[in-house]
């Protein structure tokens, strides 16, 4: 199963400041408060903000849908505040020794080989490839995840059921996030043979 080169979506406006947007405009500008919660040891509220995220990231594709404002750019920044709260999350837990370098540097190294193919999905008039459901999956397994490593560390709570726990899902997660990114590096390979499936 491979994700789609040209997605069939619909758009039902190009506005920018549509309510939906505004909800993820927000949840985009509160990831420096969440990594300070993090550094700064508050990690009760750093998950509740976390929770507090995950929410609104489903409240706002509610919201598109309801009120008939999906947009492009709506579509676009679900998975780049994903990613940014991936990255954001796993540097603050390294900067407190919760995670180790290497768990940091397989999760970057994904979205560097991703990067990469912007080049290449331009010129052939794409920004981006539609989101698969590897990548969701593994969105969602290290966004669960990231909060249960930190709640177990013994610097934190120290629950040992979460650190387990997280670490086996961050671990699954980790798996499905590169699984994903190898079916987009598939799908720009096809791309440049002209493959149109």
């Known amino acids: 199963m491979h994700a789609q080169l040209v997605p069939q979506q619909e758009y039902d406006t190009d506005a920018v400041l549509t ?33 507090a995220f995950g929410a609104t990231d489903w409240v ?10 999906r947009t492009a750019l709506g579509a676009k920044l679900d998975p780049i505040a994903d990613r940014l709260y991936i990255i954001a999350a796993v540097v603050s837990l390294l900067v407190r020794e919760i995670v180790p370098i290497w768990f940091v540097v397989i999760l970057l190294a994904r979205d560097v080989m991703l990067a990469l193919l912007l080049p290449r999905l331009r010129k052939h008039g794409m920004v981006a490839f539609p989101v698969n459901w590897v990548g969701k999956a593994g969105t969602f397994l290290l966004l669960f995840s990231l909060p249960l ?4 560390a013994p610097d934190s709570l120290g629950w040992a059921w979460a650190h387990w726990s997280g670490w086996i899902l961050g671990t699954l997660g980790a798996v499905c996030y590169w699984a994903a990114g190898l079916l987009y ?12 499936t």
């Open 19 to 51: 309510i939906p947007n505004v909800v993820s405009f927000v949840r985009l500008l509160a990831i420096p408060a969440f990594c300070v919660l993090i550094i700064l040891r508050h990690d009760v509220a750093a998950v509740v903000l976390l929770a």
């Open 60 to 69: 706002d594709g509610f919201l598109a849908r309801r009120l008939k404002q």
């Open 149 to 152: 490593i930190l709640l177990g």
């Open 185 to 196: 590096v598939r799908e720009a390979v096809r791309l440049g043979r002209g493959d149109p």
